[in-house]
Nanobody
């Protein structure tokens, strides 16, 4: 069974930055499946945040939700076999549990909590 593992969450003040990581098994990473970041804010449904460029056999551009455009960036490190979500200028509305997800395999990680508070 494929397991994803997010890390890098924590408590940050408004205006701060965090970088989340998603560890993917090597054979899954090299298959280059599209990997997306989602979040679930308190009392709300899980929502799409961003995805890095790539995807198996399909060159998809990076994409990002309107709510985080200009502040969040998704990327991947082919040497470290990690996906990243760089989050800048965080606001309390970004408080959520953040997940990485591979649609082709329908696999979710357990998530990592991000809390933005002064």
């Amino acid at each position: 069974q494929v397991q994803l593992a997010e890390s890098g969450g924590g408590l940050v003040r408004p205006g701060g930055s965090l970088t989340l990581s998603c560890a993917v098994p090597a054979h899954i990473f090299t298959a280059n499946y599209l990997t997306r970041w989602y979040r679930q804010r308190p009392g709300q449904q899980r929502e799409f945040v961003a995805s890095a460029a790539g995807g198996a056999n399909i060159r998809l551009p990076a994409s990002v939700a309107d709510s985080v455009r200009g502040r969040f960036t998704a990327s991947r490190d082919n040497d470290k076999l990690l996906y990243y979500l760089q989050m800048n200028n965080l606001t309390p509305e970004d408080t959520a549990r953040y997940y990485c997800y591979i649609p082709h395999l329908d696999v979710w990680g357990p998530g990592t909590q991000v809390t933005v508070s002064s």
